[in-house]
């Protein structure tokens, strides 16, 4: 079992930076992957950025690539999500998700896959 609570959403301005952190509690969290993924309002979940267990492979999206930059500490349960240049479009709740293996890119990207979940913390930005 593994819990999964973020922090570190709130207002930013386009064009400032933020940085997003997911800890985990429970065992062996160096053992899984993790994804961060996002839900604007009105809009489906999306994925947003991934990484794997060593963190030696990560992915993004093409709306954030170049942009945000996932990486993880394992001595401290926790995967980040550093969001420089922040656009008005990337306002959402952001959430980070855990599966126990890496199953390549189109697999880490479908949420549905994830085998725990955070609740979620929002992220505005302003003009």
């Known amino acids: 079992q593994l819990q999964l609570v973020e922090s570190g959403g709130g207002l930013v301005q386009a064009g400032g930076s933020l940085r997003l952190s997911c800890s985990a509690s429970?065992?062996?969290?160096?053992?899984?992957?993790m994804g961060w993924f996002r839900q604007a309002v009105g809009k489906e979940r999306e994925f947003v950025a991934a990484?794997?267990?060593?963190?030696?492979?990560?992915y993004y999206s093409d709306s954030v690539k170049g942009r945000f930059t996932i990486s993880r500490e394992n001595a401290k349960n926790t995967v980040y999500l550093q969001m420089n240049n922040p656009k008005l479009e990337d306002t959402a709740v952001y959430y980070c998700?855990?599966?126990?293996?890496?199953?390549?890119?189109?697999?880490?990207?479908?949420?549905?896959?994830?085998?725990?979940r955070g609740k979620g913390t929002l992220v505005t930005v302003s003009s």
């Open positions: 990484i794997s267990s060593s963190g030696t492979i990560t």
């Open positions: 429970g065992r062996a969290f160096s053992t899984y992957s």
């Open positions: 998700a855990a599966r126990q293996y890496w199953g390549g890119a189109g697999d880490m990207s479908n949420y549905d896959n994830m085998d725990y």
